[in-house]
């Protein structure tokens, strides 16, 4: 069964304190790993997806790296409009659906 | 820009009755979804999709069933609400183009059953 686990569950940074969230996954055959932001009240909207170890992609202060077994969302001098749910989701060879972790919660404070 | 559309932002329907979730996609995506979005369970796939007419189970499809008759157009059916319905619901639609992989949400339709 596919497997995405992501920590930590909260984080909570000062402005401009950068850090990760981590993205762990188990999928046989993986096709594809996606990263969302997704505010409260919202859908979540679609910000990568990554498909192969090595691979890594940028937008604005986020950038997200790929690697065998685990995935990193990078957050650099984060601002207090980056505070959201980041959302991790794998999809697999063969299938249409993804499978989707429960998410960080990220607060930037002033 | 991928516009994915949900018909209710707030629903409230009384336990027994038949809830309609209706979502619709400009993209042309061939495949959709009906997620359920609830606080420490995340997102949980109803159903989805892959073409008209055609639909898998996914998940929790449990107490739910979905059309679709047009490619764009993708609906959620409660066919007897009960509280533990209650939740938000999400649409999305996708399309592998080869190497590539886009899913799109719509805003969500927050369902209570009273």
């Known amino acids: 069964e596919d497997q995405v686990t992501q920590s930590p569950e909260a984080l909570r940074l000062q402005e401009g304190e950068s850090s990760s969230l981590n993205c762990s996954y188990t999928?046989?055959?993986?096709?594809?790993l996606f990263w969302y932001r997704q505010d409260p009240g919202k859908g979540p909207e679609f910000l990568f997806t990554?498909?192969?170890a090595g691979e890594e992609k940028e937008k604005e202060r986020l950038k997200a790296t790929l690697t065998k077994k685990e995935s990193f969302l990078h957050i650099t001098a984060p601002k207090p409009e980056d505070s959201a749910t980041y959302l991790c989701?794998?999809?697999?060879?063969?299938?249409?659906?993804?499978?989707f972790g429960i998410g960080t919660k990220l607060q930037v404070i002033p | 820009d991928v516009k994915v559309t949900q018909s209710s932002r707030y629903l409230v329907k009384r336990t027994g009755e038949k809830v309609f979730l209706e979502c619709v996609q400009d993209?042309?995506?061939?495949?959709m979804f009906w997620y359920r979005q609830d606080p420490g369970l995340g997102l949980r796939l109803i159903y989805f999709?892959?073409?008209?007419?055609?639909?898998e189970k996914g998940d929790i499809p449990e107490g739910y069933s979905v059309s679709r008759e047009k490619k764009e157009r993708f609906s959620l059916i409660l066919e007897s609400a009960s509280t533990n319905q209650t939740s938000m619901y999400l649409c999305?639609?996708?399309?592998?183009?080869?190497?590539?992989?886009?899913?799109?949400f719509g805003p969500g339709t927050r369902l209570t059953v009273t």
């Open positions: 989701a794998s999809g697999r060879e063969g299938y249409q659906k993804v499978t």
């Open positions: 999928v046989s055959g993986l096709r594809g």
């Open positions: 990554l498909y192969s």
């Open positions: 993209m042309d995506h061939e495949n």
């Open positions: 999709s892959y073409d008209v007419k055609m639909k």
């Open positions: 999305a639609s996708s399309l592998w183009s080869g190497s590539s992989y886009e899913q799109y």
